[in-house]
């Protein structure tokens, strides 16, 4: 489940209840999803997308997506880098930003029109949907890992808008990750 810390006031959430209406108050939907799929996480990308093939219709009904794809992430990636650079600086998308992780983890940062920035800690079974005009950034986690399958309004619009705010960099790119869970339940 997600990790969300609302930076503004250092209070940290982990309770679904609480993590779902607190950043549906900031805009964000957040989803915990179980579904029954056994499937390996890393397996070829089509069947992924085969297996989720319901719930990927059931988000295109809702959300107007019309394309589907599974990123891959991991620190053999080739331009990692330049990859995660495009990203990590407070941006923003003409269309949503849709994430439902596979594997591995990451942290968004949501700038919220009330100042409120929350850091969205997700990893596997975690469903996030940015939606557009929304300032954020994101990192991934020390393990540099994740696998998500993305969902598109428009492939085409789906480039970052930089504020160069700087905002950002007021933010360390902190993970929790399962130590931190397991020392609190
Ligand atoms: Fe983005």
């Known amino acids: 489940m997600a990790v969300v810390t609302i930076c503004n006031e250092n209070k940290t959430l ?7 209406t607190t950043l549906s108050a900031c805009g964000i939907d957040y989803e915990r999803w179980t579904p029954s799929h056994s499937i390996a ?19 295109k009904a ?10 891959d992430v991991n620190p053999a990636t080739p331009g990692l880098e330049a990859m995660l650079a495009k990203f990590n600086r407070e941006h923003w998308h003409d269309e949503d930003e849709v994430r439902f992780i596979i594997a591995g983890r990451g942290l968004f940062h949501i ?4 100042g409120t920035v929350l850091a969205i800690e997700v990893e596997a079974g975690d469903l996030i ?12 986690c ?5 696998r998500a399958i993305r969902l598109f309004q428009d492939t085409a619009g789906w480039t970052p808008h930089y504020t160069s705010s700087g905002v950002d960099e007021n933010f360390l790119p902190v993970c929790f990750g399962l130590s931190h869970l397991s020392m609190t339940t």
Not at 14 to 20: G, K, L
Not at 111 to 114: E, L, Q, Y
Not at 142 to 146: K, L
């Open 62 to 71: 809702r959300g107007g997506y019309v394309t589907a794809d599974v990123i």
């Open 14 to 20: 982990t309770n679904v209840d609480e993590i779902t």
């Open 129 to 140: 949907r940015v939606p557009r005009g929304t300032l954020h950034w994101f990192n991934l």
């Open 41 to 59: 996480d890393d397996a070829p990308a089509d069947e992924i997308l085969q297996t989720y093939s319901r719930e990927i219709e059931a988000l």
């Open 111 to 114: 700038h919220a029109m009330t």
């Open 142 to 146: 020390d393990d540099r890992r994740i």
